[in-house]
């Protein structure tokens, strides 16, 4: 780009006046506010640092520390579910994992090594806490209050576009259970877990079976006295198939290290396996009843208890729930010191929890696996152009665009909202995809005469009345009760994208400019400036670079353009494929590995 820049201070209605002295596309200098260091934040902040001139960029951070998720959950037992060398972004690969799954210790040792080696910390101010944003018709963008923690002061910015990448997993809220405040044993959260506590000896109470439940439980059996587990629903409990559990050994990682090509053929292989099992989630589909068949058989093998089968083993279908691959869980719950309470918890006593069954169950340390808030409504006050909260607006039933935006709300953008394939496959792929979409925006909103954009309440509630058709044929819409729904067990599924992730990747290729609202400072076209291009203002630059000795275009068509960039060609995944198409897969065609999600 020429160096022609519309200058910082410029206001919205200058805009096009200001265009016209310069060549087509010239800049604005963008201001934008993130909201959130973990992953996503890290992710913006490289990206714009890499791709962009011109703009300022300030990420917020309500902890002392970033990487969001990782740096809150220290719990024992706290790791990812998914293969440590598949929890990196694509092009960032980690070479010394210690093993195939990694605690959250060493997942935040590498998103703090990220931004310590692309010296992202200059955009980072941790301990500043958002408090709110609104928008302003004069400045064109957003007012956004913040909390100094540390000096206790508050302040407000102005921003251009406001970005939320606050997460979903680190809101974490003590459960909903009278009395809770009239304990007076020690009181544990796994997202806020208290290191100097002493678990030795102890008996324990855990409240839930979920994802960090089933990571707790095997790692505070065998130092407690006694552990008391109390469950009020059966949940699938996934048996590592395909990639279990090992530290990686000296030689690996010389392999890793040393042989070119052989760590990313290992990353894409799990990948593939990962992305090859989205059937899974297709009710009735061949993946869905043979992994319900051999789960139910894993678990019945592992516990070897009628009673436990009785209560654990779900009736509805393998993935209604997050699968969590629970690494000697089921066989911990038959321990001589473990203690399992099914049913609900009515009240929480001065000494323990008092059941349904009638009974208190006196307990010296009480931990709390019991989740976040995941309404995926803003977590401070968000007010629009027309005076409404988002907060209020999705208070009920979030509804956006894609998991991105929201109707009325322009120049407003959400890593992992309502609807985002955060359950569906490899998440930091989808993570990738969307801020490659944003920096579309980004970019447009840069070089045209853009005032505001924001998706069209047309386009959410067609995309809206898409996903809900698509989700009645998957296993997600059976009566469980997870947080992927906003409204209980029979609600309707505001969490995840109506496919795979692949699907995600694919369908946020291009801008759908179409689904949304653009407004223009002035004339639309002032963007085409004083009549010169970007090439004539660059010295540099070859003014006849398109005369070729021949037609080296890549391809024009979508379908073409996919191709290309899939690799189409250099694999054999007919197997699958076959079992996506319906298809009986001929004796040549071999399947690809599966990997566990």
């Known amino acids: 780009m020429a160096d022609f820049v519309i200058p910082v201070d410029t206001r919205p209605d200058e805009q096009a006046r200001k265009r016209l002295g310069g060549p087509i596309h010239a800049e604005r200098h963008v201001e934008i506010i993130c909201v959130g260091a973990g992953a996503s934040g890290l992710l913006l902040a490289y990206k714009l640092q890499r791709h962009f001139k011109n703009y300022t960029l300030t990420v917020y951070e309500k902890n002392p520390a970033i990487s969001g998720t990782w740096f809150e959950n220290r719990y024992p037992g706290c790791a990812c579910d998914v293969p440590s060398h598949n929890y990196t972004w694509s092009f960032e690969p980690k070479l010394d994992w210690t093993g195939v799954y990694s605690s959250s210790r060493e997942i935040y040792a590498y998103f703090d090594d990220f931004s310590r080696k ?18 302003s018709a004069a400045a064109g963008g957003y007012n956004v209050q913040v909390k100094d923690i540390k000096g206790n002061r508050e302040f407000k910015k102005h921003c251009d576009i406001l970005i939320n990448a606050s997460g979903i997993l680190n809101n974490w809220r003590w459960p909903a259970i009278p009395g809770i405040e009239k304990y007076e044993g020690t009181l544990l959260h796994t997202a806020n877990w208290d290191d100097t506590v002493e678990l030795e000896g102890k008996h324990i109470g855990l409240i839930g079976n979920g994802a960090s439940g089933v990571q707790v439980l095997p790692q505070i059996q065998p130092i407690a006295g006694k552990v008391t587990t109390f469950i009020r629903e059966p949940t699938w409990v996934s048996p590592v198939q395909g990639l279990e559990q090992h530290i990686y050994s000296r030689e690996e990682k010389n392999e890793f290290y040393n042989t070119p090509g ?4 290992y990353r894409r292989g799990i990948e593939r396996g990962l992305n090859g099992q989205f059937g899974i989630f297709l009710k009735n589909s061949k993946p869905s009843n043979d992994t319900h068949a051999y789960m139910l058989e894993q678990m019945k093998s592992k516990l070897n208890n009628k009673y436990l089968e009785e209560k654990l083993i779900p009736e509805w279908s393998v993935g209604c729930r997050r699968m969590t691959p629970g690494v000697n869980y089921l066989e911990t719950l038959t321990k001589h010191n473990v203690q399992v309470v099914y049913g609900e918890i009515n009240e929480i006593t001065e000494k323990g929890c008092l059941c349904d069954d009638g009974k208190e169950y006196p307990i010296d340390i009480l931990i709390c696996a019991t989740g976040f808030d995941t309404t995926f409504k803003p977590r401070f006050p968000l007010v629009g152009p027309s005076g409404g909260n988002l907060q209020d607006i999705w208070g009920k039933q979030p509804e956006s665009y894609w998991g991105m935006g929201a109707a009325e709300f322009p120049n407003y953008l959400i890593f992992l909202g309502p609807n985002s394939p955060i359950g569906n496959g490899p998440v930091l792929s989808a993570i990738e995809a969307q ?13 045209y005469n853009i005032k505001t954009f924001a998706p069209t309440q047309e386009a959410v509630s067609d995309f809206i009345a898409h996903k809900d058709e698509f989700m009645k044929r998957s296993v997600w819409a059976d009566p469980c009760r997870s947080w992927y729904k906003a409204a209980g067990p029979e609600g309707k599924i505001t969490a995840l994208w109506p496919g795979s992730t692949l699907h995600y990747i694919e369908a946020l290729l291009e801008l759908r400019v179409e689904d949304w609202d653009v407004r223009y400072n002035g004339n639309r ?4 400036g004083n009549g010169y291009s970007q090439t004539e203002l660059d ?5 006849g670079y398109y005369i070729r000795e021949s037609d080296d275009d890549g391809p024009a068509s979508r379908a073409g353009k996919l191709r290309l960039l899939n690799k189409s060609g250099t694999q054999n995944m007919a197997g699958i494929t076959n079992n996506i198409l319906g298809n009986e897969p001929t004796s040549e065609e071999k399947p690809a ?3 566990n999600l």
């Open 118 to 135: 692309y010296g992202l910390g200059k955009y980072i101010k941790t301990e500043h806490q958002v408090t709110g944003a609104f928008w």
């Open 262 to 265: 052989a760590l990313l053929d």
């Open 435 to 447: 801020a490659d979409y944003m920096l579309k925006w980004i970019d447009r909103y840069q070089t």
């Open 525 to 528: 076209y002032a963007y085409l």
């Open 539 to 543: 010295p540099t630059a070859d003014w």
């Open 593 to 595: 590995p599966r990997a």
